[in-house]
């Protein structure tokens, strides 16, 4: 384990000690267990100083699968290899190497190792892992798989079945087309699919996860997958569905992660996804501006006299923090959509330097930005859209204490406030779609009309003759 992961898995032991969250404990509850232990309201967490958030998403999902969840569960076998031949499980898969594709993520790892589990064979890698495959390794004490070059070299008539890809381009080029003899994946059938000289087994589905596919199959044939090949299910299934609010999302992803989170034993599954995705975080550069909004985003509600609604907080935690303002005109009309189409009163976005432990914050209207001049009150730039927030870190204990003080204090928008950004109808936000050109998988937002008004914003504040205001663009607003 390097040291950036021994770092992650002991901020991982360190909070769930603070927070009293034991994995592989007696309750888990299908992995909502400390979301329903601090419920506040219909859909509320509450934390220290009377501080209530809106449950995630995957808190809300695993919450509504529980029970499911826990019937599954019960019926199946308590031991692991409990034999099953009563439904079709391909012998032509036994002793196989299962192995994902090229610029390997985790969903291409863990399947693998899931596969391999459960049709009896070898799990391989077709290139290195990334940080977040390493950290969900790390975390459920899984041993780093083999490479299919060692392995070929070993067996070269071995015999391979492909997860997560079936296209010629994502396949290591060491594996011959005339090994394949299976193949499962969850993506379409488009140009340069494999073409093999005999019949092979096949199990598409359209499905959010190629490890949801793996997972179930687990289940409908009776057996229970061992708590670190559970774990890495669901891992991946998270990963892959951005948290289960990604497009690709279906209701077998959401009833898997249930599932499997009760198998591995999380009480919390917003603490793991939180942690793996602070794991993926430090590979920035590989990361699209709607994986980056969502990937730790938390909505908190406010009921008072001035100010009654629910504002999001992104946080992105990384050791590089240039490398995520490089990509700022492309994250703050991402901010403007997710604000939109959660129905927020307020985005913001900190951008925190854990090694520098400094922080700035993203300003992509001006609700947010006279919020934010209230609250923290430091050096803005970029056209009133980045804010410096100096040593403040955490937003729990710096930044969402402080808003909250604010409001209570009576703070309230402006009566005569310019329209922002926000003002769009949902039509004109586009759709996302995973990018197939993206040897990542990354899920990025097509056609949007908020592109244009950020994709010239200069990166300082130098020329006075540039400084203009964006926070409206009459040609956007409705209403």
Same mark, same amino acid.
Request: proline residues 4%.
């Given at each position: ?126 290139? @290195? ?10 975390? $459920?004490?899984?041993? &780093? ?61 359209? $499905? ?43 209701? $077998? ?115 947010? @930005? ?18 410096? &927030? ?20 009576? $703070? ?37 009309? &908020? ?29």
């Amino acid at each position: 384990m390097d040291n950036s992961n021994k770092a992650a898995a002991a901020e991982l032991d360190a909070s769930k000690k603070k927070q009293k969250v034991q994995f592989h404990s007696d309750v888990h509850r299908a992995g909502a267990a400390e979301a329903l232990r601090l419920a506040s309201g219909d859909n509320g967490k509450k934390y220290d100083n009377d501080i209530v958030r809106k449950r995630t998403e995957v808190e809300e999902q695993v919450i509504a699968k529980e029970s499911d969840a826990e019937h599954i569960v019960k019926s199946l076998p308590k031991a692991t290899d409990v034999p099953k031949v009563d439904l079709f499980l391909p012998e032509i898969l036994k002793n196989s190497i299962f192995v994902g594709h090229v610029v390997t993520d985790l969903d291409s790892v863990a399947g693998a190792v899931g596969a391999a589990a459960l049709y009896g064979g070898t799990p391989a890698l077709a290139s @290195k892992v990334n940080s977040e495959t390493q950290f969900a390794l790390d975390m $459920w004490k899984v041993e &780093l798989p083999r490479t299919i070059e060692e392995l070929l070299e070993e067996d070269p008539k071995a015999d391979v079945c492909l997860v997560d890809h079936q296209q010629t381009s994502q396949m290591n080029p060491i594996i011959s087309s005339d090994q394949i003899v299976g193949v499962i994946d969850h993506h379409a059938l488009q140009s340069k699919t494999i073409v093999t000289d005999k019949p092979i087994y096949i199990d598409i589905r359209p $499905w959010g996860s190629m490890s949801t596919i793996v997972a179930h199959t687990f289940l409908t044939h009776g057996r229970r997958p061992s708590v670190s090949v559970a774990g890495m299910l669901l891992c991946a299934i998270l990963s892959d569905t951005l948290n289960l609010l990604g497009p690709t999302t279906t209701d $077998w992803d959401r009833l898997m992660v249930a599932v499997l989170a009760e198998i591995a034993g999380v009480d919390d599954i917003q603490l793991l996804a939180s942690q793996q995705f602070k794991a993926k975080s430090r590979e920035l550069a590989s990361m699209s501006a709607v994986a980056l909004v969502n990937g730790d985003q938390k909505t908190f509600s406010f009921n008072s006299p001035g100010f009654s609604g629910d504002i999001g907080f992104a946080v992105v935690e990384t050791t590089d923090d240039d490398a995520i303002l490089d990509k700022f005109n492309e994250l703050l009309p991402e901010l403007v959509a997710c604000k939109k189409e959660k129905g927020l009163s307020c985005i913001f976005m900190a951008i925190v330097n854990i090694v520098k432990l400094k922080s700035c914050l993203l300003l992509c209207g001006p609700t947010e @930005k006279h919020m934010a001049i209230e609250a923290f009150g430091g050096d803005i730039s970029r056209m009133g859209k980045l804010m410096d &927030l100096g040593n403040r870190v955490s937003r729990k204990k710096d930044f969402i204490p402080v808003i909250t003080r604010v409001i209570k204090a009576g $703070w309230s928008k402006p009566s005569d406030m310019r329209r922002g950004m926000s003002t769009v109808s949902l039509s004109q936000l586009g759709h996302l779609e995973i990018d197939p050109n993206d040897p990542f998988g990354n899920v990025k937002r097509i056609g949007s009309s &908020l592109d244009s008004t950020f994709k010239n914003l200069p990166a300082d504040d130098d020329d006075e003759e540039k400084k203009i205001d964006i926070d409206i663009d009459e040609s956007l607003v409705i209403g």
